[in-house]
């Protein structure tokens, strides 16, 4: 993604190259059955790679991620057909229905997918809300990269774009702010939008940068992210990408100039990411910014 990135620079044909990645995942998924635990996937192989391999390897991801929703309704039509079930007397359901938010929101935020499908089965509803921030289901399960549950509120019909009650924060922010890469890809591949801000006008690649998720960051630019956005205060992703030290930060701050990230941005405090790198006291990433 980042070579395909390098070799097409520019703002102007990013966004193509997205879009044109982004219909390739989305129409070609298919079964498998390809275990990728949440975070472990490399997103880059360095150096020269192919469009093909680019594709095939995203394919393969999608592919993980469909199964994980097959199971998931399978489950969900047995239990619906299972007689045993068929059976519960009026009050029982009644109590059972009553519970059954709440359920589903522990559930969720447990990375408990059985309790997960049998809280919807339930009725639980996937917009209740819950928690110190009011968050749905999604959000507190995509804020704990609890993939499995994730893809199961999906696709019983979560909002993708529905926010929290403490900035205003849609599920793909906290998913990239913790570094759930998996998770990252199933809100994108549901269409979840990936610049959506939040009250500080902070984005998704904003929180990624700041922890120095680097596959995560990678995902977000290949999905279309802005790499020049700003915030509130006028601080880019370049900006946070100097606040964790290591040599991650140098490689994200190396990807978001590839994607067309103005390294001299100005914030309206005057400072610039080089500045940022300072204060930090990232060696690294002031190199990667002097020498770019
Ligand atoms: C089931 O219980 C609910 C609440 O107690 C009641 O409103 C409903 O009429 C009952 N349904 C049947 C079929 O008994
Ligand atoms: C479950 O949550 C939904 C959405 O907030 C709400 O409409 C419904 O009344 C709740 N059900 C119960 C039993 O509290
Ligand atoms: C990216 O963000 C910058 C700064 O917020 C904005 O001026 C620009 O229009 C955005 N680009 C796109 C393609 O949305």
Known sequence: MRALARALPGPAVAPLVAAVLYCALRCSAGEGNVGLPDGTHHATTGGVESTHHAFSRMQTVVKTNRQGVVNARRLLQDENTDPLHQHIDNTTAHAHHAKANESLWFAAYNGDLDGVLDALQ??????????????????????????????????????ASAVDGLHQSPPIYWAAKDGHLATV????????????????????????????????????????????????????????????????????????????????????????????????????????????
């Open 122 to 159: 339930r009725g639980g509803s996937v917009h209740t809300r819950r928690g110190a921030f009011g968050d749905t289901p999604l959000l507190a399960a995509s804020s704990r990269g609890n993939v499995a549950c994730v893809q199961a509120l999906l696709e019983a019909g979560s909002d």
């Open 185 to 292: 890809k199933v809100l994108i591949l549901a269409g979840a939008p990936v610049d959506q801000p939040n009250d500080r006008r902070a984005t998704a690649l904003q929180g990624a940068c700041e922890g120095a998720w680097e596959h995560v960051v990678d995902v977000l630019l290949a999905a279309g992210a802005n790499a020049s956005h700003s915030d509130i205060h006028g601080y880019t992703p370049l900006h946070f990408s100097t606040v964790t030290i290591g040599p991650k930060s140098a490689s994200i701050i190396d990807m978001l100039l590839s994607s067309g990230a103005q390294v001299d941005a100005v914030a309206e405090d005057g400072a610039t990411p080089l500045m940022w790198s300072a204060t930090f006291g990232n060696v690294g990433a002031a190199r990667a910014l002097v020498g770019a």
